[in-house]
């Protein structure tokens, strides 16, 4: 059996991913920029996506490619193209000089909406480096995505904890948790009927999330209850503004987030999930969310 060359491993997606994969007896070939401690059935190779040497080792012999890896937070739009377009474009000469047809890249829901923020756009523009590829590709654009491990949504958790959870203006959104789109992501390679398919997967919940009933289900996770409170647009866009100040660079809460997060359609496409026949949602996100928790619990994190 070739390996599959994985970028991301070592972030949050890939490491469910390559956990998942392990399970499955499937063999793996994973890009690290530093030292990483032994994992079975995992080869790891030191390098970068701006690093075309390692990404020909990463490639080289295996049958197909999972592109994980991605900057979703940046100072500037140039630091989301090196990230997400230019790291794509990467993939693709070394996939090609490897003789990989199959090629899996991991988007984002944000790139339906290109226009909204700098992350957005970068996704977007990858998307059309695969379109324009003449390898046998599939997109996913995963929505909110959560699960043990996960930093981005800690905050959240640990606000429920505490009884409150402050909220984007109102809105709904789509979840899936990492599990689950590690489980797309292997299932897809071997599935013909999805090359050339661009799929957004979520738990399954038809209608997505209100905002309010995701902050409940945090509650229940958490095991407390709490009373949710909706900032304002301009109250973001001025907490961006003071987080930039004191942490420039450095700085999570950025304007272009703000754009992403006062945004009220974050639902996968009712057509555009994968088809059961390739793949369906496992965890059910009540309990998914109470898993996380935990997890976070376990890890002293919360």
């Not at 739009?77 to 990989?100: K, L, Q, Y």
């Not at 998307?127 to 959240?156: F, N, Q």
């Not at 496409?269 to 496992?282: F, M, V």
Request: proline share 7%; aromatic share 6%.
């Amino acid at each position: 059996m070739k390996p599959i060359a994985i970028t991301g491993g070592t972030g949050f997606v890939g490491g469910h991913v390559l956990r998942i994969a392990g399970e499955r007896g499937i063999p793996v070939r994973a890009l690290a920029r530093g030292p990483q401690a032994p994992m079975p059935g995992v080869e790891w190779v030191a390098g970068a996506l701006d690093d075309h040497d390692a990404l020909a080792r990463l490639c080289d012999g295996a049958g197909a490619v999972i592109h994980i890896a991605g900057v979703i937070n940046a100072p500037d739009r140039s630091g989301f193209a090196a990230g997400n377009i230019a790291g794509t474009e990467a993939m693709v000469v070394a996939a090609n000089g490897a003789g990989i047809r199959r090629f899996i890249h991991v988007s984002s829901l944000a790139a339906r909406e290109p226009r909204l923020s700098d992350y957005g756009w970068s996704k977007a523009e990858s998307e059309k480096v695969m379109e324009d590829s003449a390898l046998d590709w599939t997109i996913v654009r995963p929505p909110a995505v959560y699960g043990p491990g996960d930093h981005e949504m800690l905050e959240l958790f640990r606000m429920a904890a505490k009884g409150f959870v402050t909220l984007p203006p109102a809105g709904r959104l789509s979840l899936i948790e990492a599990s689950d789109l590690a489980r797309l992501l292997l299932d897809l390679v071997d599935a013909p009927a999805a090359i050339g398919q661009r799929y957004e997967p979520d738990d399954g919940r038809a209608a997505g999330w209100d905002h309010r009933e995701f902050a409940l289900a945090l509650g229940d996770a958490v095991g407390r209850p709490v009373k949710t409170f909706a900032v304002p647009a301009p109250v973001l866009r001025l907490a961006a503004a003071a987080d930039g100040l004191f942490r420039g660079k450095g700085a999570k809460l950025t304007p272009d987030r703000v754009r992403y997060f006062c945004h009220p359609d974050w639902v996968v496409g009712a057509d555009a999930r994968p088809p059961a026949a390739i793949w369906r949602p496992q965890v059910e996100t009540h309990a998914g969310l109470k898993a996380t928790a935990d997890s976070y619990r376990t890890a002293g994190w919360l």
